[in-house]
């Protein structure tokens, strides 16, 4: 009988076949290999799961492919779906489009805590350096080291310091980093009980703090968010956002408002209605 996994890594998608193909590979090269790859996919075309399907070809992982219909942004539904599949007590959630580095599942597992949300962040690749990732970069994590990516055109800022493999500087600029600690959906972890108690994601959001409004819930409920933006790495590589919109960013922002003054712990539009 196979034994539960430690972590399950939920990755969020929709038609990015290319970038999904070399994030599945980061996790192929993880230090920490007991864990399941859950990719929830919302609504994309079968070129995402003929990448999906080499990707089991040649990885020991245990992959599922949660998918639905095409209805326009519904991310919250398709996480909220991946979720409940998932078998793991503990859940990583990332995007199709952000590769980890090879320390990154072992990284949150090692720093989770009792009544606690890992808030990771990520550091973005340039169009440039997008375009020069391959599976050998990935392989030899050139991705993540800094004076490869400044050689391929990066541009040096102190965000470059993301990507720093000193857990002391790490501790230090995690503790000193104005950026307060939230539920962003590309870098963040929690106790899948944790999540199901406050009911999952919203339905009703669409794309815009769709992801910091659950945090938002598990905040009230006594969960308390701690800073690992520059312990739990991952690289984001570039593309554009076609689904932006004004309106639901209208409705996501006074969704939000009120589960704030409301100190709401639970919605009626989630996992359970």
């Known amino acids: 009988m196979q034994s539960r996994p430690k972590a399950s890594v939920i990755i969020s998608t929709y038609n990015q076949p290319q970038w999904l193909a070399l994030v599945l ?94 808030s990771g962040g990520y550091f973005k690749l340039s169009e440039t350096v997008s375009q020069s990732i391959t599976k050998d970069v990935i392989d030899t994590q050139k991705c993540f080291d800094k004076q490869w990516l400044l050689v391929k055109g990066q541009s040096k800022t102190f965000k470059l310091n993301k990507l720093t493999k000193s857990k002391v500087k790490a501790n230090l600029l995690n503790t000193l980093t104005p950026t307060k600690a939230t539920f962003d959906g590309m870098n963040v972890s929690c106790f899948k009980s944790d999540i199901l108690a406050v009911n999952g994601f919203d339905e009703r959001m669409q794309y815009g703090g769709e992801d910091r409004e659950v945090g938002e819930r598990m905040m009230n409920n006594g969960i308390k968010f701690l800073q690992v933006r520059y312990s739990t790495i991952c690289v984001h590589l570039h593309h554009q956002r076609p689904y932006k919109n004004e309106e639901a960013e209208k409705l996501n922002l006074k969704i939000r408002k009120e589960t704030k003054k409301n100190k709401t712990t639970y919605t009626k539009f989630g996992i359970k209605t």
Request: charge should be negative; proline fraction near 1%; charged fraction near 30%.
């Open 25 to 118: 590979h980061s996790y192929n090269i993880q230090t920490e290999s007991n864990f399941e790859l859950i990719i929830a996919d919302d609504g994309s075309d079968d070129r995402t799961k003929a990448v999906i399907d080499a990707f089991k070809t040649y990885s020991k992982l245990n992959v599922l492919h949660v998918w639905q219909k095409d209805e326009g942004f519904q991310k919250t539904k398709i996480l909220n779906k991946a979720i409940v599949a998932s078998h793991s007590e503990y859940l990583i959630f990332t995007d199709g489009d952000c590769i980890a580095r090879e320390d990154f599942v072992e990284t949150h597992l090692k720093l989770k805590r009792p009544h606690c949300a890992l």
